[in-house]
């Protein structure tokens, strides 16, 4: 069935450092790609998307591509911040079903 | 654009009584709205799909009895816990899904339920 696997957390980062999150899927469809990212205390917030393979997806610095060839959506930044510090979901979406993945927990510090 | 508000952000209760949490889409239509529960430190996990001016889908293992869901216009739909239990405590955040087909589903803030 259709899944997303997400690297495991968590993870510990000086800030500027160079940030990558791993996710992979499996789907028999065409999904759309997502990630959000959640602050402590707080509900999920859409970070980016992608809806078709090659589409890149970027916000705040964070940049993720849709890899067809290797099931992959993993996240990136080039140099993270303090404020980047929460849990971040990986999710894939098909038709009338939506799937996270475990979330991988990233603090940044100073 | 594309808020989906919650209420209350907390809420603390006596075992035995009944809570109610409103999501809402402010500025948009949502036909589906998604109801999940997040344990600490852990994913979310999906209770029920929220359809509106029908009844609620399930996930195996939820309880429809205990976890009312009422989804009455475009922009509202209602998750009701009844006869509160500890074992109910929890973070229940609820989701929208633009109407017309788009699939990104735009989260609330959460609440967070505390029964003693």
């Known amino acids: 069935g259709d899944s997303v696997t997400q690297m495991e957390g968590p993870v510990t980062l000086s800030e500027e450092a160079f940030l990558t999150i791993n996710c992979t899927y499996t789907?028999?469809?065409?999904?759309?790609l997502f990630w959000y990212v959640q602050y402590p205390g707080e509900g999920l917030q859409l970070l980016l998307k992608?809806?078709?393979?090659?589409d890149k997806g970027s916000n705040k610095g964070f940049e993720a591509t849709y890899r067809k060839e290797t099931t992959s959506f993993h996240l990136e930044k080039g140099s993270v911040q303090v404020s980047d510090s929460a849990v971040y979901f990986c999710?894939?979406?098909?038709?009338?079903?939506?799937?996270f993945g475990t979330g991988t927990s990233l603090t940044v510090i100073p | 654009g594309a808020v989906v508000s919650q209420h209350p952000s907390w809420v603390i209760c006596k075992s035995g009584t009944s809570v109610k949490i409103e999501c809402r889409s402010l500025?948009?239509?949502?036909?589906?709205m998604f109801w999940y529960r997040q344990f600490p430190k852990q994913s979310l996990m999906l209770m029920a799909t929220s359809n509106e001016g029908s009844k609620a889908t399930y996930e195996q293992g939820v309880e429809k009895d205990k976890f009312l869901i009422n989804h009455a216009s475009l922009t509202l739909s209602t998750l009701t816990v009844t006869s509160a239990h500890p074992e109910d405590s929890s973070f229940y955040i609820c989701s929208a899904r633009l109407s017309g087909g788009a699939q990104t589903q735009y989260f609330g803030p959460g609440t967070r339920l505390l029964v003693l």
């Open positions: 999710a894939l979406s098909v038709p009338n079903q939506f799937y």
């Open positions: 789907a028999t469809g065409y999904p759309s």
């Open positions: 992608a809806t078709k393979a090659d």
């Open positions: 500025d948009f239509q949502a036909t589906t």
